[in-house]
C-alpha cells in the first residue's frame, strides 16, 4: 500500500511538472503572438488577498490556440548526403557494372546460352525492383531509390540483349518491352518522389531508337515515338518541379531530331521534317524556363534554313510565324531575352538562307516581302509594349527598336543593289519615313502627364542617319552636301514644331559633315581654274546653300550657343566659298610672278569688306552679334596685313591693300561715331 501512495506521488508530480512546463510554452506563444501583432499587454493586476475559505474550482472552456508551426526538418549533413545518397548511386552504378562483367565472363565461357543469359537477367532486373519496393515501405526511401534504378537498368539491358545481341526476339517485340521498361521505371520515379530515376528512365527513351537502329528510315515512326516521350517527360518534369528532366528532354530531342537531320533529310521528307520541328518547338517554347524557350526558339529559327532553302514560299510563313510566336511569348512571359533571341535569330537564319541563294538568282520578291514583314514586325515591338501593354521599355526593347531598320536595310541593300540600285536612295527615305512615322505616332499616343521622350528621339535618331546615308547613295558630288544641308535645316525646324530639343543635336551632327564635306571634298571639286565660272557654278552653289541652311537653322534655334555656332558656320562657310572664287579669279587672271600678291590682297579686301556688311548690317537690325563679328573679322584681317601681306606682296598691291583697307577702316569708324548714341542704346537694350 505505501508503494501504491508513493507511486500516485509520483504519477502527480509528473503530471503537475508537465502541466507547468505547457503553461510557460503558452505563455510565450501569447507573447509572440502579441509582438507580432503590436498588442501592448495590460498590466496584470494585483492578486486579491487569500480568501479564509477555499472557492470551488472554475470551470474555464479549453483555450484555442493555433497550431504551432512545423518545425523545418533539417537538411542532411555532408557526411549524410555522401554516406547515403552518394553511397547508394554509386553502388547502384556499380552493381550495374558488375552484372554487366558477369555476363560478359558468362559468354566468353559459354556458362549459359543466349536465351538463359535473358531470363536471368530479366529476373534480376524484377528481383531488384520487387527488393527495391520492399525497402521503400520499410523506411529506407533513398536506399531504395538506388536499387530501383539498378533493377531498371539490368531489365532495360536484357530486352535490348535479346534482340540487340541474339535476336531472340522480333525489332517491334524489343521496342515494345524496352518502352515498356521505361515506362514503368517512369511510374516507379513517381511513387519513390525520384528525380534520378526519372532521369535514368528518360535516357533510356532517348536511347532506345538508337540501340534498336536497323539503319531503315522511319521518320513519322521516329518523330512520333519521340512526341510522345516529350510529352511524358515534361508532363512528369512541371508536375514534380523537376527542371532537370526538362534540359533533358531538349538534349535528347536535339540529339535524335538533329542527328537524323543532318543524316537522313531530303526534299521528300520535309512534311514530317516540318510537322515535327513545330510541334518539338510549341511544346519547349511555352515552357516555364526562360533558358528551354530560348534554345527552342534558337534551334527552329536554325533548322528553318536546310529545311527551306530551296522553297522560299515555305520559308515565308515558317519563320514568320517562329517570329510572332517567340514575340508573343516574350511579351506574355514578358521575358526580353526571348525578344533578343527571336530577333537575332530571325535575321540570322534569313542571312543563311540568302547565302544559299546567291549561289543562284534569288527570288528578289519573296524575299524582299520576307524582310518588309519581319521588319514591320519588330517595328511593331516597342509600340505594342508602350501603348497596348502599358509596359515601361526596357534597354533590350530599345536595342531591338534601333538595330531591327539597320538589319533590314542592309539585307535590302545586298539584294536591291544589282538590278535596282538607282532606287536605294529612296529606299532609304521610305525606311527613314516610317521610323519618323512610328516616332510620332508615339509621341501622339502617350498622355503628356507621363510623356517618354526617350523611343520619340529613338525614332528619329534613326530617321536622321538613313536620311543622311540617303544622299551619298541616291546622288554624287554636290548634291550629297546640299542633301546634307537641307536635312539639317528639315530636322532644326522639326525640333522647333515639336519642341524635342535634344532632337537639335542631330541636326548640328548632320551640319558637322556639312561642313566637313565641304572644306574636304566640295572645296577641290575645281582642280583646274579654267573649268568653271566666276559665282556660276556647282561648288558656289553649294556653299550658298549650306550658309543658308545654316542660317535658317540658327533662326529656329533662337538662342543660345546652337545658335550661335551654326549662325558663324554659315558666314564662315559663305565667306570661305567667296574666298575660293576671288582665288579662281586670280588664278586665271593674274601673271604667275603677281599670282600670291593679288590673290593675299583681294583676300584681304574681301574679308574686309564683308566685316564693314556685317557691321552695317548689326547698325540697321540692332543685332550686337553681327558688330561683333564684323568687328572680330576686321581685327583677323589687319592681324594678315601687318603681319604677312607687308612683307610678302609687291609694292603695287601692298599700296592698294593698304589704301583700300584704310578706308574700309575709316568707314567703319565714321559709322560708330555717326550712329554713337544708337549703338550705346543697343548695348543698353541688348545687356
Not at 251 to 277: I, M, Q
Not at 334 to 354: D, E, K, M, R
Request: hydrophobic share 55%.
Amino acid at each position: 500500500m505505501p508503494d501504491q501512495h508513493w507511486e500516485r506521488m509520483d504519477a502527480l508530480s509528473g503530471a503537475i511538472v508537465r502541466l507547468l512546463k505547457r503553461v510557460d510554452q503558452i505563455e510565450e506563444r501569447l507573447i509572440r503572438i502579441e509582438a507580432e501583432l503590436r498588442i501592448e499587454r495590460v498590466a496584470e493586476p494585483e492578486p486579491p488577498p487569500p480568501a479564509i475559505q477555499e472557492a470551488a474550482p472554475l470551470a474555464l472552456p479549453p483555450l484555442a490556440l493555433p497550431p504551432l508551426a512545423p518545425t523545418p526538418a533539417p537538411k542532411p549533413q555532408l557526411e549524410t548526403r555522401l554516406g547515403l545518397a552518394w553511397a547508394n548511386r554509386i553502388g547502384a552504378i556499380t552493381v550495374i557494372l558488375a552484372v554487366a562483367f558477369a555476363f560478359k565472363h558468362a559468354v566468353d565461357n559459354e556458362w549459359i546460352g543466349p536465351a538463359g543469359r535473358v531470363i536471368l537477367g530479366v529476373l534480376a532486373g524484377f528481383a531488384a525492383i520487387g527488393f527495391a519496393d520492399r525497402s521503400w515501405r520499410a523506411g529506407n526511401k533513398i536506399y531504395a531509390q538506388g536499387i530501383c534504378g539498378a533493377g531498371v537498368s539490368i531489365l532495360y539491358l536484357s530486352f535490348f540483349a535479346a534482340f540487340g545481341f541474339y535476336q531472340l526476339v522480333p525489332l517491334a517485340l524489343a521496342f515494345a518491352l524496352m518502352v515498356a521498361a521505361v515506362a514503368m521505371a517512369g511510374a516507379l520515379a513517381l511513387r519513390y518522389d525520384a528525380m534520378a530515376i526519372a532521369a535514368l528512365a528518360l535516357a533510356g527513351g532517348y536511347a532506345t531508337p538508337i540501340l534498336l537502329s536497323t539503319g531503315e528510315d522511319r521518320p513519322w515512326i521516329l518523330f512520333s515515338y519521340m512526341f510522345l516521350l516529350n510529352i511524358g517527360a515534361l508532363a512528369v518534369a512541371r508536375r514534380r518541379q523537376w527542371t532537370f528532366l526538362e534540359g533533358l528532354a531538349i538534349a535528347g530531342t536535339f540529339l535524335l531530331y538533329g542527328g537524323w537531320f543532318a543524316d537522313r533529310f531530303a526534299s521528300d521528307k520535309r512534311l514530317p521534317a516540318a510537322v515535327f520541328a513545330i510541334l518539338f518547338y510549341a511544346m519547349f517554347a511555352i515552357s516555364p524556363l526562360w533558358i528551354v524557350a530560348i534554345l527552342a526558339q534558337a534551334a527552329a529559327m536554325i533548322v528553318a534554313v536546310p529545311l527551306w532553302s530551296d522553297t522560299p514560299a515555305g520559308y515565308l510563313p515558317f519563320t514568320l510565324g517562329l517570329a510572332v510566336s517567340g514575340l508573343a511569348i516574350a511579351d506574355r512571359r514578358n521575358w526580353p531575352a526571348l525578344s533578343q533571341v527571336t530577333f537575332v535569330a530571325f535575321w540570322l537564319a534569313y542571312g543563311g538562307l540568302f547565302s544559299e541563294y546567291s549561289r543562284t538568282n534569288p527570288p528578289i520578291g519573296v524575299c524582299l516581302f520576307l524582310l518588309t514583314a519581319g521588319f514591320l514586325l519588330f517595328l511593331s515591338w516597342l509600340p505594342w509594349r508602350m501603348l497596348v501593354r502599358r509596359i515601361t521599355p526596357v534597354r533590350q526593347d530599345f536595342l531591338l527598336f534601333a538595330i531591327n531598320g539597320a538589319a533590314y536595310f542592309g539585307y535590302a541593300y545586298v539584294l536591291l543593289d544589282r538590278d535596282y540600285h538607282a532606287w536605294l536612295g529612296l529606299f532609304a527615305v521610305a525606311v527613314a519615313a516610317i521610323h519618323l512615322a512610328a516616332g510620332y505616332h508615339l509621341w501622339q499616343s502617350m498622355p503628356e502627364e507621363s510623356r517618354d521622350d526617350r523611343p520619340v528621339m529613338l525614332a528619329l535618331g534613326i530617321a536622321l542617319c538613313f536620311l543622311t546615308l540617303a544622299a551619298p547613295i541616291q546622288f554624287a558630288g554636290f548634291r550629297i552636301t546640299v542633301a546634307w544641308a537641307l536635312e539639317g535645316a528639315a530636322i532644326t525646324w522639326i525640333a522647333l514644331r515639336f519642341s524635342p530639343v535634344r532632337m537639335q543635336w542631330g541636326g548640328l551632327a548632320v551640319f558637322a559633315l556639312v561642313l566637313l564635306r565641304l572644306y574636304g571634298i566640295d572645296s577641290w571639286i575645281y582642280p583646274d581654274p579654267l573649268a568653271y565660272s566666276f559665282l556660276a557654278n556647282q561648288r558656289f552653289l553649294t556653299f550658298v546653300a549650306a550658309a543658308g541652311s545654316m542660317w535658317f537653322s540658327a533662326w529656329c534655334i533662337g538662342q543660345g550657343v546652337r545658335a550661335l555656332a551654326v549662325y558663324v558656320a554659315g558666314h564662315v562657310a559663305l565667306l570661305w566659298s567667296l574666298v575660293l572664287e576671288v582665288a579662281g579669279y586670280g588664278a586665271r587672271t593674274a601673271t604667275p610672278e603677281n599670282l600670291y600678291s593679288f590673290q593675299s590682297a583681294t583676300i584681304s579686301i574681301l574679308a574686309a569688306a564683308y566685316a564693314v556688311l556685317l557691321i552695317a548690317a548689326g547698325a540697321v537690325k540692332g543685332s550686337a552679334l553681327n558688330r561683333g563679328l564684323g568687328l572680330g573679322l576686321i581685327a583677323i584681317v589687319f592681324i594678315k596685313l601687318y603681319l604677312f601681306d607687308v612683307w610678302l606682296m609687291s609694292w603695287f598691291y601692298r599700296i592698294v591693300a593698304f589704301g583700300v583697307l584704310g578706308a574700309l577702316l575709316l568707314l567703319t569708324s565714321y559709322l560708330y561715331s555717326r550712329y554713337r548714341e544708337s549703338v550705346d542704346g543697343w548695348w543698353k537694350k541688348d545687356a
